[in-house]
């Protein structure tokens, strides 16, 4: 099946620093890649859809500013946290449908674990 | 506006069959996922369902009713290995993933 790769698993920062999360999708092209945020006990929330190659969609409520999209290539989107807050401290997951499948499954990367202190 | 209803929480035991339900209201339907969570992981896809029936995959079944925008994910022969959150998600005219809050289930031995 479709892989999807996230890197870091898991990172812990400082109040106001920048970090940046990789999703890459590892044996098939993604055009678009989701990036969703998971706090815990809690389902996933969509914060914005990144397109390879124009500027990301996102949800009401997210701001652009502080979670910078780059869909650089067609295996990888980059989400960066700019300033973060200890609000900010989440469970980061990205996912990838796969084209050219009936029902355009999504493929979910392992997750990202954001503390920031 | 568009909805996805699941319990909370469901408790079964080990060998057991159990059955999470799941309501859905979106703009368009272009099918129903089930979504299997583990804590501290990503989801792993289940089933699809688009047409209405039962679709069968050994131990896991999904049901889809479209006029009475309704699914269920039946388990059978509980393991305890199954004792994950299960996420009901409707696909929209879009093609977004619309989530449910998910159902935690717990298996006893």
């Known amino acids: 099946g479709a892989v999807v790769s996230q890197h870091p698993s898991w990172v812990i920062c400082k109040s106001g620093t920048s970090v940046k999360i990789e999703c890459r999708s590892l044996?098939?092209?993604?055009?678009?890649m989701f990036w969703y945020r998971q706090f815990p006990k809690q389902s996933l929330m969509l914060m914005a859809t990144?397109?390879?190659?124009?500027?990301?969609?996102?949800e009401q409520g997210v701001e652009k500013d502080k979670f910078l999209i780059n869909h650089a290539s067609l295996t990888l989107s980059t989400l960066t946290v700019t300033s973060a807050h200890p609000e900010d401290s989440s469970f980061y997951i990205c996912?990838?449908?796969?084209?050219?499948?009936?029902?355009?499954?999504?493929?979910f990367g392992p997750g990202t674990r954001l503390t920031v202190l | 506006g568009q909805n996805i209803d699941q319990p909370t929480e469901m408790t079964a035991t080990e060998g057991a069959i159990v059955q999470i339900n799941c309501t859905y209201q979106?703009?368009?339907?272009?099918?129903l996922f089930w979504y299997q969570q583990h804590a501290g992981e990503a989801p792993t896809f289940l089933s699809y369902?688009?047409l209405d029936g039962l679709e069968e995959k050994g131990r896991f079944s999904s049901f889809l009713s479209r006029s009475k925008g309704y699914s269920y994910l039946l388990l059978k022969e509980l393991q305890m290995k199954d004792s994950a959150s299960y996420l009901c998600?409707?696909?929209?005219?879009?093609?977004?993933?619309?989530w449910g809050a998910g159902t935690k289930l717990i298996i006893k031995p």
């Open positions: 996912s990838a449908p796969l084209a050219g499948v009936s029902y355009n499954e999504q493929f």
């Open positions: 044996d098939f092209q993604a055009t678009t």
């Open positions: 990144s397109n390879e190659g124009s500027k990301a969609t996102y």
């Open positions: 979106t703009s368009g339907f272009n099918g």
């Open positions: 369902n688009v």
């Open positions: 998600a409707a696909m929209d005219s879009n093609y977004q993933l619309i």
